[in-house]
């Protein structure tokens, strides 16, 4: 088991390995000049939620109310600031999974702790799921715990299908296939799209220019201008020739 612990993070860090950019070190964010192994906690944030695969809006000149809110999900009937990641990006798993070991002190760990941590973070980092989708997650801001639609707790998927869409520059789109709410307060809602269509060809290639997504007025409320529509410049999504999604 230990040795299996050991080949898996080997096999993380050289998938970390593979996203190092290529583009000039000027054009880059600090966290883009560092190995996933070397990024600070400020860097994983920045990733999560500012970055190519990550954007954070609020409504203008309003505040999150903190005791706003009534169900598991922290959810309001209309958000007031939101952040939207592409949960099954490479990039962005390695940067929960960094947070993860900078909470738990992983640098200062033993082999043997090291290698129960890597068994426990197997999934995240391998994801199945990412192999056939992509993944979206919508969550409160960081330091915020209120925020995801109250209604998204009660839709059934049917209904979701109707109100979220992915697509790219083009308005070729991928269904949703499964949705999840948020379990925990301030945790993430998860919209899961099919990553190839009936032909088994992607959405997103190095071609792409942007992807889309999309929530309407069922969903966001009377904050539908602010939240209705995500973009991101897939041309930054490409890492070592491939889009990293």
């Known amino acids: 088991m230990k040795k299996y612990a050991r080949v898996f993070f080997a096999a993380a860090l050289a998938a970390a390995a593979a996203l190092t950019p290529h583009a000039p070190a000027?054009?880059?964010?600090?966290?883009?000049?560092?190995?996933?192994?070397?990024?600070?906690?400020?860097?994983?944030?920045?990733?999560?939620?500012d970055s190519p695969w990550a954007q954070t809006k609020g409504v203008q000149g309003e505040m999150v109310d903190?005791?706003?809110?009534?169900?598991?999900?922290?959810?309001?009937?209309?958000?007031?600031?939101?952040?939207?990641?592409?949960?099954?990006?490479?990039?962005?798993?390695?940067?929960?999974?960094?947070?993860?070991?900078?909470?738990?002190?992983y640098d200062r760990m033993s082999d043997t702790e090291k290698a129960d941590f890597n068994i426990?973070?197997?999934?995240?980092?391998?994801?199945?799921?990412?192999?056939d989708n992509y993944v979206v997650a919508l969550s409160p801001p960081p330091g915020r715990d209120k925020g995801i639609p109250v209604v998204l707790n009660s839709m059934s998927l049917k209904a979701v299908q109707n109100y979220v869409k992915l697509?790219?520059?083009?308005?070729?789109?991928?269904?949703?296939?499964?949705?999840?709410p948020?379990?925990?307060?301030?945790?993430?809602?998860?919209?899961?799209?099919?990553?190839?269509?009936?032909?088994?060809?992607?959405?997103?290639?190095?071609?792409s220019k942007k992807l889309v997504v999309t929530f309407s007025s069922e969903i966001m409320g009377d904050a539908?201008?602010?939240?209705?529509?995500?973009?991101?410049?897939?041309?930054?999504?490409i890492l070592g020739g491939k889009v990293v999604f």
């Open 26 to 49: 000027s054009a880059q964010d600090d966290w883009q000049k560092r190995t996933f192994q070397e990024w600070t906690k400020e860097d994983a944030e920045k990733i999560l939620t």
């Open 182 to 207: 948020s379990k925990v307060i301030g945790g993430e809602a998860l919209f899961f799209f099919s990553r190839y269509d009936a032909k088994g060809a992607p959405l997103l290639t190095p071609e």
């Open 66 to 105: 903190p005791t706003g809110g009534d169900a598991i999900s922290g959810a309001t009937s209309s958000p007031r600031a939101l952040t939207l990641r592409l949960r099954s990006a490479l990039t962005v798993r390695l940067a929960i999974l960094r947070l993860r070991q900078l909470r738990a002190k």
């Open 224 to 237: 539908v201008s602010t939240f209705s529509r995500f973009e991101f410049d897939v041309t930054k999504m």
């Open 120 to 131: 426990k973070n197997k999934e995240l980092v391998q994801c199945q799921t990412c192999e």
């Open 167 to 180: 697509m790219d520059e083009r308005g070729q789109s991928r269904e949703l296939i499964h949705f999840e």
